[in-house]
């Protein structure tokens, strides 16, 4: 007997790898897309995918939480993950993309799959098919943002996240900059450093704090994400909060004096042709003009052309814990699923990894058997825990995957920190192993 398409609403990175994940496994599926018909405050284009924030994944160390978590989804054949590696571009130990080219070649995988079937279409309500996913990511239409707030029977939850700017390489003065990664990472040079004096820093730091920002909404309050904080918002907690953030000098040397800078302002290749970079933690939600007078005064800055300006947008999560099991299923609608972002999970990679585990566990739904649950002494599994098992009457906060949330089944004690973490890498990699093969593919009805 045939079995009903899987209804999965956004094609964003969660959404677009629980289709992968079901279609290879020869489940039928349709995608819904609203754009271009229907737009947000932040995609440009109509592709599968596309990255609006940041053009990084963060650390590719599998010493590094979210490189453990890479490894795992790699395990599953995680099309995230082998689109990000084909786009990438230099940035230390980090992997970051080609923004365009990762979300043409997600968009050409989708399309490559005769088992998806791609919908240029808004929802704007909870779909009655047998199984449904909802990724629809923190920029939620409304009308369906609504719609799921009458089916949790609760208002939703949010925070204020930003964009930092990219600016054009043909109107950069890479004189007064020098390439270096921070402790020689990766290549050794991947990134352009602008470095700053003690007076050019505090002088950079007085304009930040007196340029105009773009204002909140009256009835909302300015609520922001740790790790995403707009740099204007890290300014005003102290003049040298930046130089122990995103001005860090620390392992960055200039070659020319042999000495660190005060501060510095690092600069990460956005696109494969080198024609645009981006302000590594830049992200801001100054105006328009304020960011042409602030961001110029940056040595080698000067004359930037801005590609693309830093831009604040609302996000919107559900209170997770109160209402999915592990497998980010509803508990009162077992057929409903959430994955990405508006679970509460924090991160491109994270959201990409509970598309890839909801598709897993619908295929083994669909394929008649109860599913296996991904176990926590892994990230993925981790990160099903963290929107599941806290309690439902305490605060719940976005989360990047951190070693902290995942299970470590140690014996006794290990003090030795290196140790410890190579332990729980190996342990989770084996686990995600193990349930690889016990979440295997079975026969299913060819698509239609």
């Known amino acids: ?16 790898e629980c289709a992968w994940q079901l279609a290879r496994r020869g489940h039928r599926v349709r995608l819904f897309e609203m754009r271009p018909g229907v737009k947000t405050a932040a995609h440009q284009t109509e592709r599968c995918a596309e990255l609006v924030c940041s053009n990084s994944f963060r650390s590719d160390n599998p010493r590094n939480a979210v490189g453990l978590l890479k490894r795992e989804m790699e395990l599953l054949d995680s099309l995230v993950i082998r689109c990000a590696r084909a786009s990438a571009v230099p940035a230390g130990d980090a992997l970051a993309m080609d923004r365009d080219e990762f979300s043409r070649l997600v968009s050409e995988a989708i399309a490559s799959r005769p088992e998806i079937d791609l919908v ?18 923190p920029l939620t239409s409304d009308a369906l943002d609504c719609a799921i707030g009458e089916l949790l029977g609760t208002e939703d939850l949010y925070f204020y996240d930003s964009m930092a700017p990219i600016v054009a390489a043909a109107s950069l003065d890479f004189s007064k900059m020098y390439p270096l990664s921070r402790y020689g990472k990766g290549s050794g040079e991947d990134y352009w450093n602008c470095p700053l004096g003690k007076e050019e820093y505090e002088s950079f730091v007085a304009d930040l704090l007196s340029a105009e920002i773009v204002p909140v909404k009256d009835f909302e309050k300015g609520i922001y994400f740790e790790g995403c904080l707009p740099i204007e918002v890290m300014a005003e907690r102290g003049v040298e909060t930046l130089r122990h953030g995103p001005m860090k000098p620390m392992g960055l040397p200039d070659p020319r004096t042999g000495r660190i800078p005060y501060a510095v ?10 024609e645009h970079y981006n302000l590594v933690g830049f992200q801001t939600k100054l105006k328009v003009g304020e960011q042409q007078r602030v961001f110029r005064k940056i040595p080698g800055l000067e004359n930037a052309t801005f590609v693309r300006y830093g831009m604040l947008h609302r996000n919107t999560y559900i209170h997770a814990p109160a209402h999915l099991d592990r497998f980010w299923r509803m508990r009162r609608e077992p057929r409903i699923f959430f994955a990405g972002q508006i679970t509460g999970v924090e991160g491109y990679v994270e959201s990409a990894a509970t598309g890839l585990a909801v598709g897993i566990t619908i295929a083994q739904l669909q394929e008649g058997r109860e599913p296996v649950p991904v176990p926590y002494t892994t990230a993925i599994g981790s990160l099903a825990r963290h929107c599941s098992e806290r309690p439902a009457t305490k605060a719940f906060e976005p989360m990047n995957v951190t070693f902290g949330l995942i299970e470590d089944t140690s014996h006794s004690p290990i003090r030795d920190k290196a140790v410890r973490r190579q332990q729980m890498v190996d342990r989770a990699l084996a686990a995600i192993a193990e349930w690889k093969e016990m979440t295997a593919a079975q026969a299913v009805a060819a698509p239609a």
């Open 1 to 16: 007997m045939e079995k009903t398409a899987v209804t999965i609403v956004g094609a964003g990175l969660a959404g677009s």
């Open 265 to 274: 302002v690092q600069l990460r290749q956005d696109d494969l042709a080198k």
């Open 120 to 137: 240029r279409e808004e929802v704007t309500r909870i779909p009655e098919e047998e199984f449904a996913v909802l990724a629809t990511g």
